[in-house]
């Protein structure tokens, strides 16, 4: 009969991604953290983080400080400007050396380890702080949405959450858009006679009316001289073109004959409004309108009777031009403003407004009627039928949250006023909004809390729902389809698109993906760890993308911290854990370097970190434990009860090391049992046959010293645990080291055991 005390050899088990069940295949482990999957499939303890820029110490023994020294940070993002060539790195924070502690956002000026701070051009800043715009852009406390930073052809728009929205070009910031209407223009033409002025109708004021044709053999063209107004008239326009005229309407003097040209001009009105354009081609809203310019009926006939104007040559000597006086000037950037006027408003039954030529005697038009922001008259002379161009009505750009490009326009969404609108820019005008481009997503109005573009189209999420924007098959406009009822986004940079186009995002009940055609939940495994996310403060995590690793990083605030203190990790088939920072902000350098920087804290240091990267001068992450659980084995056996004898660990060879190994029995979370892993002291984390050159203290090169390629290697741990109903395992270290696989030994226990006191 045979032994059934007999040694149970169990495994390899590789334990690639995490598990928060209770009762799970020992395939999967309980918790990873700090370790991230290598291109060879095993888990490897993650570097750094080091400084982006330190401060070298005077001493070479010391750890450099972070030049970048934050106290509070928002945003950090990298981009490429100017066609490419200009690379840029922003941030958003409080310095600990800036005055007061006040917000800035700056400018990377590049690695320079002689520098000093600031290490930054600032770009916005508080009033009383030399920079580029001053502005309000406080960090609050309270949460709210990390600051938003959204690329375009032709710079990057800067969101600080609860302020104005800026853009940015690589050489001038200013606000995107304009916040605000001009003022409307003064006009300046013909008026009727008064007691001490002209009988003639329109006589008075700007009365010019170009070239007459006197009688004669042959006609001779003389140029009649303005009543008033001389300073703004425009003799080489020539004829004047302003006015409506008739050679059907009859004349009011019964006692006078039309003459061979006969007809009038007609009674009109006109109005005109200003319209700024700055250096990105945004346009401001149309002023209010100006007062009414009007002329008043004026008669062409061949007749001295009273009331009645002589004049003997074509009805089209009776129009006129008019000027536009005190046209505002724009704030910076304009660079220049477009006149706007109406048609004859009594006359053409056309009440829209369009934009006036810039050259009113030739119809041509530059990129504004007035293309600069100096001027403060214009001489019209635009005929009626020569406005062609109706004027955009864009609105004042107000305050949001939240933005994206989409089918080459800028999406805003998440308006002080208005959280659950959405509007959308002219294509390629990133701060120009058409008055009627405006949609709520949520027929409900709930608030708009992420928006992601795709190649199905744009995503839109409120909290609890999601909606894909397509554009329509004409062209014109947009339609939305409801992705979810149930499913939404609470926080809108925790939104990124894998390599295999899948979109990843964190809910309310977890996270969840979207390949084109259906919203799935991806962390249902982890569920347990969901749960510890602070609620209040989830609207604040952050994600990047880990492009060489295809990883889906996401911090999260949990245990009910109010920072990032969690990163959870998704590699498209399950999750792991990092602790490595406390992050506020994350990005991914968009050059060939593919850097991932965080702002945020290590240790007792707040600063922006170069993640995955280790200094030999920097050493205070060290401390920083990486760490294997499984779950709990033997759980579907459990009534069976086994005693632990020995743990192979299956590894890499790295560095020498001391890891620890933790033994936990029967449901409790203390260890039983701890011990190190190797015979040496102190151990090594390398076979001790044929040890490899390069990991010991050699010069590589010196004495035969080369490049090895590192090998698997197999540890043993001996443990006597007894009677155990479950157990699991722990594997950690605080320096380098990299994990393949695992295999234990028990014996069953029959007929009871000794029991473990708690």
Request: charge should be negative; charged fraction near 20%.
């Amino acid at each position: 009969m045979a032994d059934e005390r007999t040694r149970n050899s169990v495994g390899p088990f590789q334990l690639r991604v995490e598990s928060g069940r209770l009762i799970a295949p020992n395939e999967v482990a309980s918790k990873i953290e700090n370790m991230y999957l290598t291109d060879e499939g095993s888990l490897r303890s993650v570097q750094g983080p080091v400084p982006y820029q330190p401060t070298y110490p005077v001493a070479a023994t010391a750890d450099p400080d972070p030049g970048l020294d934050f106290v509070r940070s928002a945003g950090v993002y990298h981009c490429l400007l100017q066609n490419g060539e200009r690379d840029v790195l922003l941030w958003h924070g409080v310095h600990a050396g800036s005055p007061n502690f006040l917000s800035v956002i700056q400018e990377h000026k590049g690695w320079d380890v002689n520098a000093g701070p600031p290490y930054g051009t600032t770009l916005l800043a508080p009033a009383g702080v030399t920079a580029q715009v001053n502005a309000d852009i406080e960090i609050s406390l309270r949460p709210q949405f990390p600051t938003q930073f959204e690329s375009t052809p032709d710079g990057v728009v800067i969101v600080p959450q609860g302020g104005v929205a800026y853009f940015y070009d690589g050489k001038v910031i200013a606000p995107l858009g304009f916040p605000e209407n001009p003022g409307p223009p003064d006009p300046l033409g013909p008026y009727s006679g008064s007691p001490s002025g002209s009988s003639i109708p329109n006589g008075l004021g700007y009365s010019h009316r170009g070239p007459s044709i006197t009688t004669g053999t042959p006609p001779v063209l003389v140029l009649e001289e303005p009543a008033i107004g001389d300073n703004y008239m425009r003799r080489d326009f020539g004829d004047n073109f302003i006015g409506t005229t008739s050679v059907s309407d009859t004349i009011s003097s019964a006692s006078a004959s039309k003459n061979a040209f006969g007809g009038l001009l007609k009674a009109g009105l006109w109005k005109a409004g200003v319209q700024f354009i700055d250096r990105w081609g945004n346009l401001s809203p149309v002023s209010n309108l100006s007062a009414n310019l009007t002329l008043d009926k004026m008669e062409n006939a061949d007749s001295t009777a009273t009331g009645v104007y002589e004049q003997s040559n074509s009805i089209a000597a009776f129009q006129f031009q008019f000027a536009w006086t005190n046209i505002d000037t724009g704030p910076d950037p304009t660079m220049g403003r477009i006149l706007l006027r109406t048609k004859d408003l009594v006359n053409s039954g056309d009440a829209k407004y369009y934009e006036v030529n810039s050259n009113s005697g030739g119809g041509f038009f530059e990129f504004a009627t007035l293309p600069d922001n100096i001027t403060t008259t214009f001489t019209d002379n635009v005929a009626d039928s020569d406005l062609i161009t109706e004027a955009t009505q864009a609105i004042a750009v107000p305050k949001f949250k939240l933005c994206k490009v989409a089918f080459s326009r800028l999406w805003i969404a998440n308006f002080k006023d208005s959280p659950g609108a959405l509007r959308y820019s002219i294509i390629g005008k990133w701060g120009t909004f058409k008055e009627d481009a405006l949609i709520y997503p949520d027929p409900t109005g709930n608030e708009v809390t992420g928006l992601w573009p795709t190649d199905q189209g744009l995503l839109v999420f409120t909290s609890s729902s999601t909606f894909l924007f397509v554009s329509n098959s004409d062209g014109d406009g947009f339609r939305a389809s409801t992705l979810s009822t149930t499913i939404g986004c609470v926080a809108p940079s925790s939104l990124k698109t894998m390599r295999n186009g899948r979109t990843v995002w964190l809910g309310e009940k977890g996270f969840y993906s979207y390949s084109g055609t259906t919203i799935n939940p991806i962390s249902i495994i982890i569920q347990p760890t969901i749960k510890k996310i602070n609620v209040a403060r989830r609207k604040q995590a952050i994600a990047a993308l880990d492009k060489e690793m295809d990883e889906y990083r996401c911090w999260v605030p949990a245990d009910g911290s109010t920072t990032n203190n969690l990163c959870l990790v998704y590699d498209g088939e399950g999750w792991r854990q990092r602790t490595d920072v406390k992050a506020t902000s994350v990005c991914v350098t968009k050059d060939h370097r593919n850097y991932m920087l965080a702002m945020g804290e290590v240790g007792t240091d707040h600063s922006l970190w170069l993640l995955d990267r280790e200094a030999l001068s920097y050493t205070r992450a060290s401390a920083r434990e990486s760490v294997v659980q499984t779950a709990w084995l033997r759980a579907i056996q459990s009534r069976r009860r086994s005693t632990l004898l020995t743990v192979y660990i299956w590894m890499r060879a790295t560095k020498k090391g001391n890891l620890t190994v933790e033994a936990y029995r029967d449901w409790r979370e203390s260890p039983v049992i701890e011990t190190t892993a190797g015979a040496s002291n102190p151990p090594k984390l390398y076979a001790e046959e044929d040890p490899p050159s390069f990991w010991d203290e050699a010069v590589l090169g010196a004495a035969g010293k080369t490049w090895v390629r590192r090998r698997p290697f197999w540890v043993k741990v001996d443990f006597h645990m007894p009677s155990c109903e479950v157990f699991k395992l722990k594997f950690k270290y605080a320096g380098d080291w990299e994990f393949v696989g695992m295999l234990f030994e028990d014996r069953d226990v029959h007929g009871g055991g000794v029991q473990v006191a708690p």
